[in-house]
Structures are given as structure tokens and as C-alpha cells.
């Protein structure tokens, strides 16, 4: 694991964490990882296309996504951070109730 990838998997526990102790079930978590997937998709999405397109990306200037004092970078880093933890908590609980059986459970979780 890299290092720049900390606050992400710190943010999603502390996420977590907070939505068991607040609502008091697992069961919750269901509701948790559709609302943020939506949120991914209606949200993540569209604020991804609009870094692209206001951003300067179809005129070539890719370089300011890569780094650097640029808004562009520090935007798509946000984005990033927000669209991996959307993706990681809806896909998860989508794949387990939709996809799993018995006999080849732990396969969601690979």
C-alpha cells in the first residue's frame, strides 16, 4: 500500500465505524453502500466531467492533472479520494447481494 492512499482507506474505517455506532446494525450498511454508490454515479461523475471540460484536458493540456499548484489537480485529487470510496463501499455490498451464494461467498470480497 502507498502511502498517499492512507487517508482513503482511514476515511472510509472512520466511515464506517461511525455508521455502526450511530445506527447500531450491519444490517444499515446495506443502505450505506447503495446511498453511496448513488452518490458516485449521480455526483462523482459528473464532477469528473466537468473537471475534464473546464479544466482544459481536450486541449491538450493533460499536464496540470499530474500534479503541481494547479486547481485542476487538487480538484481531481478530491474527486479521486470521493469516487474510490463511493465505488468501493456501493460495488461491495451490490456484489454481495446480488452476485453471492453459499457456495462462492468470499468471492465478493476479492
Known amino acids: 500500500m502507498q ?3 492512507l487517508h482513503n482507506i482511514l476515511s472510509c474505517s472512520t ?9 447500531g446494525s ?3 450498511l ?3 453502500g447503495v446511498k453511496w454508490f448513488k452518490l458516485g454515479i449521480g455526483i462523482g461523475l459528473p ?6 471540460l473546464l479544466g482544459g484536458f481536450l486541449e491538450g493540456k493533460d499536464y496540470v492533472y499530474f500534479g503541481g499548484l494547479y486547481w485542476q489537480s487538487f480538484a481531481y485529487a478530491l474527486w479521486e479520494s470521493f469516487y474510490c470510496i463511493a465505488m468501493c463501499l456501493g460495488l461491495t455490498v451490490l456484489f454481495r447481494d446480488k452476485l453471492s451464494n453459499k457456495k462462492f461467498t468470499y468471492r465478493v470480497y476479492v
Open 15 to 23: 466511515l464506517v465505524w461511525w455508521h455502526i455506532r450511530t445506527i
Open 3 to 5: 502511502l498517499s492512499f
Open 30 to 32: 446495506i443502505k450505506l
Open 47 to 52: 464532477f469528473w466531467l466537468a473537471i475534464m
Open 26 to 28: 450491519i444490517h444499515c
